[in-house]
T-cell receptor, first 114, second 112 residues
């Protein structure tokens, strides 16, 4: 398995533009998490899905952020409109729910909003 | 109060020394605990799970104290390759509804 695949790896966009981040989890995994990492705040959980269903989106900072998981092999995180304070590394992680399970992370998308 | 708190460091430790990190969590119903390692500009990766009885993996020892709600990581005979950020992770959800919450990480630098 190729692991969790995120795209794009880097994104530079202008303030006000729409940004879509993509994630392909590991095949067979039934949970998917979106995290945002900044120097100031560390890794923050934005939203997570179990069996493609959003369970907890309390970490989504504003209505400008939305996430979908239309099927077990694909998820998107959209920011519209983007702002400079959204600049961060966005990670997607997947795992198979159960005791002492390991979450596998993608390589992240480094987003810069100018 | 944050759900998971760690001392951000940095910890600058000479090679061969022993170093310990602590992490506290606020939700007493938390089910499982982990240490992840993150290298610069890389994704986090599982270092080890933390069991109630404590567990060891080579030079690494993890311990859990449920009464005081903290977990610890001990690294013995530290190597240059141990330089990284160590993330404390707590599952604040129940079995089958895992919600992994990360601490902000402790940065460790091993000095030659």
């Amino acid at each position: 398995d190729a692991g969790v695949i995120q795209s794009p790896r880097h994104e530079v966009t202008e303030m006000g533009q729409e940004v879509t981040l993509r994630c392909k989890p590991i095949s067979g995994h039934n949970s998917l998490f979106w995290y945002r990492q900044t120097m100031m705040r560390g890794l923050e959980l934005l939203i997570y899905f179990n069996n493609n269903v959003p369970i907890d989106d309390s970490g989504m900072p504003e209505d400008r952020f939305s996430a979908k998981m239309p099927n077990a092999s694909f998820s998107t995180l959209k920011i519209q409109p983007s702002e400079p304070r959204d600049s961060a590394v966005y990670f997607c992680a997947s795992f198979l729910r159960g005791r002492d399970t390991e979450a596998f992370f993608g390589q992240g998308t480094r987003l810069t909003v100018v | 109060r944050k759900e998971v708190e760690q001392d951000p460091g940095p910890f600058n430790v000479p090679e061969g020394a022993t170093v310990a990190f602590n992490c506290t969590y606020s939700n007493s119903a938390s089910q499982s605990f982990f240490w992840y390692r993150q290298d610069c500009r890389k994704e986090p990766k599982l270092l080890m799970s933390v069991y109630s009885s404590g567990n060891e993996d080579g030079r690494f020892t993890a311990q859990l104290n449920r009464a005081s709600q903290y977990i610890s990581l001990l690294i013995r005979d530290s190597k240059l390759s141990d330089s990284a950020t160590y993330l404390c992770v707590v599952n604040v959800g129940g079995f089958g509804n895992e919600k992994l919450t990360f601490g902000t990480g402790t940065r460790l630098t091993i000095i030659p």
